[in-house]
């Protein structure tokens, strides 16, 4: 017999077998869960679109993989499209554009300022500087908005690499 710490009193060690058999079990699914999250980091990185001076926007709160909240207003991403609610790799898009938006965003304008639904529009930025649209396409999180902007031809570009690669959840 031995002292079981979390425990009052004496029990033996086969109670104490018996007690710790599903702690291995336990880890095992634990390990799985995180890895089946659908929710990889996604870390920042250099960009060929850059806008290090753009004005920047407080981040309040994300709504999805292409739309988030701020002060000023909700601004939809110029530049991409993600999965909407309840599809395929829409908790990965929302987690990478809330990774790379953070607290503060830099944004340029587009052609247009606001969609039919009035979201305002914005081809979006890191504080640093870095094209969260363009990292969302790369990463195979998002896919190029093609009917017009700026940049709409190097953002499909790389959304084709992205699907002749595989790269990401979208295909």
């Not at 250099?46 to 601004?75: A, H, K, N």
């Amino acid at each position: 017999m031995f002292y079981w710490p979390r425990h009052r009193g004496l029990i033996n060690h086969k109670e104490a077998g018996r007690r710790n058999r599903f702690l291995p079990v336990f880890f095992v699914i634990a390990l799985a869960a995180s890895a089946c999250s659908g929710a990889p980091s996604l870390g920042e990185y250099p960009t060929t679109l850059r806008c290090p001076d753009c004005p920047t926007l407080s981040v309040t709160r994300i709504v999805d993989g292409d739309t988030f909240d701020s002060p000023q207003g909700r601004v939809r991403l110029f530049g991409v499209d993600t999965p909407e609610r309840g599809e395929r790799c829409q908790n990965q898009a929302s987690s990478g554009l809330k990774q790379l938006a953070g607290g503060l965003a830099r944004v340029e304008a587009g052609p247009r300022a606001k969609d039919p639904g009035g979201r305002l529009l914005y081809y979006v930025y890191t504080e640093a500087g870095n094209s969260i649209d363009e990292i969302l396409v790369r990463e195979g999180l998002a896919r190029a908005w093609t009917g017009d902007g700026q940049h709409r031809d190097h953002l499909a570009a790389l959304e084709r690499q992205a699907r002749a690669k595989s790269v990401g959840c979208l295909w």
